[in-house]
């Protein structure tokens, strides 16, 4: 007798949390898309026979669902919490975050973080991005200098020339006071045989900072290869 009553509550159970992973249709339309994880990285929410998944960093995740609006995720050790009103997950509050409040906004559709418009080759909205988050945060680690000179230099040992010009020419924007910004862009158009433009970023790299070696050695180069 309490074998079956254990075999019972034990069904009962499976099928509460069988039926728990589901969601409804109006929160499944309103909440698939993809968020702002940061200014620069999107997190992407979707469903899989009205399951939610989620994909984050290139990997497909299934959070464990709390409630209607809230899920876990394991992998972050983060709750996501659902606003569909507003269009934001929220991450449900904990004593790490210090009082911190993470708010992740809805991308529109087409709309593409400054990362990815890089990759796609559109350097006039991946500049318009950056220069955004540098308007809104100056001190951001998205737009450090550095920061962006090992994203343009990643791309050049990828063989992605033309993203590493457009890496570095960003650079330059946001850091135009900066003579190493302007040696790395000197690099990616020599990488490019762009000779002109290299010589032309290697001289504006100097020009900042007469004691740029690199810059004043790879200037040094290219004039004599011209004189002979």
Same mark, same amino acid.
């Given at each position: 007798?309490l074998r ?11 099928l509460?949390s069988?039926?728990?992973d589901?969601?409804?249709?109006a ?10 994880f940061n200014?620069? %990285?999107?997190? %992407?929410v ?7 998944f989620?994909k984050?960093?290139?990997? %497909? ?9 809230t ?5 972050m050790?983060e709750k996501l919490?659902f606003n569909?009103d507003k269009?934001q997950i929220?991450?449900?509050p904990?004593?790490e975050?210090h ?10 559709n087409?709309?593409?973080?400054p990362?990815?418009y890089l990759?796609?080759?559109n350097y006039?909205?991946?500049?318009a ?5 540098q308007?809104?945060?100056s ?7 550095r ?10 040992? %990828?063989?992605e020339?033309?993203n590493a ?19 790395s ?6 990488k490019?045989n762009?000779?002109l ?18 810059s004043?050695?790879k200037?040094?180069e ?7």
């Amino acid at each position: 007798m309490l074998r079956s009553i254990l075999t019972l509550l034990f069904s009962t159970f499976l099928l509460i949390s069988c039926k728990s992973d589901k969601n409804s249709d109006a929160f499944i339309n309103n909440s698939s898309g993809r968020y702002f994880f940061n200014a620069d %990285e999107a997190i %992407e929410v979707y469903f899989k026979d009205n399951v939610l998944f989620v994909k984050w960093r290139n990997k %497909e995740l299934k959070p464990l669902k709390v409630n209607d609006s809230t899920f876990y995720v394991r992998e972050m050790n983060e709750k996501l919490v659902f606003n569909i009103d507003k269009n934001q997950i929220q991450l449900a509050p904990k004593r790490e975050h210090h009082d911190k409040e993470y708010v992740f906004a809805k991308l529109k559709n087409g709309e593409k973080t400054p990362k990815e418009y890089l990759k796609d080759n559109n350097y006039e909205k991946a500049l318009a991005g950056y220069l955004a988050i540098q308007k809104k945060d100056s001190l951001s680690p998205i737009i450090r200098q550095r920061t962006l000179n090992r994203l343009g230099y990643s791309y050049l040992r %990828e063989g992605e020339t033309e993203n590493a010009i457009n890496v570095f020419k960003i650079n330059t924007v946001l850091y135009p006071k900066s003579s190493n910004t302007f040696d790395s862009l000197g690099d990616a158009y020599l990488k490019n045989n762009d000779t002109l433009n290299a010589i032309d970023n290697y001289k504006k790299a100097l020009t900042i900072n007469s004691e740029n070696r690199s810059s004043k050695r790879k200037l040094d180069e290219l004039t004599k290869k011209k004189k002979q």
